[in-house]
């Protein structure tokens, strides 16, 4: 009897190792899945970087660009290619993830998790428009108008590409407020009437982080994302207290 319980110990022991294997395996295959798509997608970009150099540059018409070291703006094509392939292929990476998860999710599981990443998607393609529409060219707008009596703003094209990708990523990453709070709302954590009751504190909170998120230190862009991050929680709330009902 001793036997044949170790017999079963040791051939369930050997199971698990071989599930393992398994799972890891699959998911080095489609890491790498994910890899060979950002490569191939980042180098797309560098071959036809000239067009999305000048989309980048649309909030900033008027100015003049100068480059400031060797090479500066070959490297700044290079940064450019890559962000964007980390957003061309973003989808097909979230869909990799997908098909490794979900098989081993049940079925009210799935039903949670499918809506929220895709609304998650979704807000973060809505933050993106929202910075590169709004807040770049109110940022830029300000700092061209605060000093045009006495600079001539000839700008590093290498500088300029860092504040506008890290303000519309950031951007794109705040706008996932209204996704934690229906997660923390569906696991019975806070409800949508808490939430709403805190409206005093997150208008402070708020600011800070609007003030943290943007590059730049101009009132403008604080403003107008204070905004957007206020509408967004209550948004989320309004939305949390209608599932809870």
């Not at 529409?133 to 830029?140: D, I, N, R, S």
């Not at 990708?165 to 990453?173: C, R």
């Not at 206020?230 to 309004?238: I, K, T």
């Amino acid at each position: 009897m001793t036997t044949n319980n170790n017999e079963f110990a040791l051939s369930k022991i050997q199971d698990d190792e071989m599930a393992l294997s398994e799972h890891i395996e699959e998911f080095s295959q489609r890491l790498i899945f994910c890899l060979i798509t950002l490569i191939l997608s980042s180098t797309i970009c560098f071959i036809d970087i000239k067009p999305i150099v000048q989309i980048f540059q649309v909030p900033a018409m008027g100015i003049k660009f100068l480059q400031f070291a060797p090479g500066e703006y070959f490297f700044a094509s290079l940064k450019i290619a890559v962000f964007c392939g980390i957003l061309a292929s973003s989808p097909f990476s979230i869909y990799q993830l997908f098909l490794y998860i979900v098989p081993g999710m049940t079925k009210k599981e799935r039903e949670i998790v499918l809506p929220v990443t895709f609304g998650s998607c979704f807000l973060f393609l809505i933050g993106i428009c929202f910075a590169y529409f709004f807040l770049v060219p109110a940022a830029l707008k300000f700092f061209i108008a605060y000093g045009a009596d006495i600079v001539e703003p000839f700008w590093s094209f290498n500088q300029y590409f860092d504040f506008v990708a890290t303000l519309i990523f950031t951007t794109g990453l705040s706008f996932q407020i209204p996704v934690i709070q229906i997660v923390l709302g569906l696991l019975n954590i806070i409800s949508g009437q808490t939430m709403l009751s805190a409206w005093k504190y997150v208008i402070v909170i708020s600011t800070i982080l609007a003030a943290i998120i943007t590059p730049s230190t101009d009132p403008i862009t604080q403003i107008l994302l204070t905004i957007a991050l206020l509408g967004l929680y209550l948004g989320g709330a309004g939305i949390v207290t209608l599932i809870n009902k």
